[in-house]
């Protein structure tokens, strides 16, 4: 179907920023939305930021201003830049695809650590 791989996460001080990627392969032609989930220790996975095919955004409130989402048609890879990070930014990260057909996230990748020290 679809793979996604992500890169990118580590260890950042607060205030520091952080570069995601996202490299999509395979059936590349189903995926209408991509995006980015976290999921902290404890808490629900939560929606960061998802970018259309078109180049559409959302982003979740806490994420504006910080966060940015962008999408490489071309390389079928998607981004997420991370700037003033705070110690709530400490999660795992997953790139998701939305499919064309069924209008749900379909595909994920394996999530990337990101944490980030007070």
């Known amino acids: 179907q679809v793979q996604l791989v992500e890169s990118g996460g580590g260890l950042v001080q607060a205030g520091g920023s952080l570069r995601l990627s996202c490299a999509a392969s395979?059936?590349?032609?189903?995926?209408?939305?991509m995006g980015w989930y976290r999921q902290a220790p404890g808490k629900q996975r939560e929606l960061v930021a998802a970018?259309?095919?078109?180049?559409?955004?959302n982003y979740a409130d806490s994420m504006k201003g910080r966060f940015t989402i962008s999408r490489d048609n071309a390389k079928n890879t998607v981004y997420l830049q991370m700037n003033s990070l705070k110690s709530e930014d400490t999660a795992v990260y997953y790139c998701?695809?939305?499919?064309?057909?069924?209008?749900?996230?379909?595909?994920w990748g394996q999530g990337t650590q990101v944490t980030v020290s007070s």
């Open positions: 998701a695809a939305e499919d064309w057909d069924t209008g749900t996230w379909d595909y």
């Open positions: 395979g059936r590349i032609f189903k995926i209408y939305v």
């Open positions: 970018i259309t095919s078109g180049g559409r955004t």
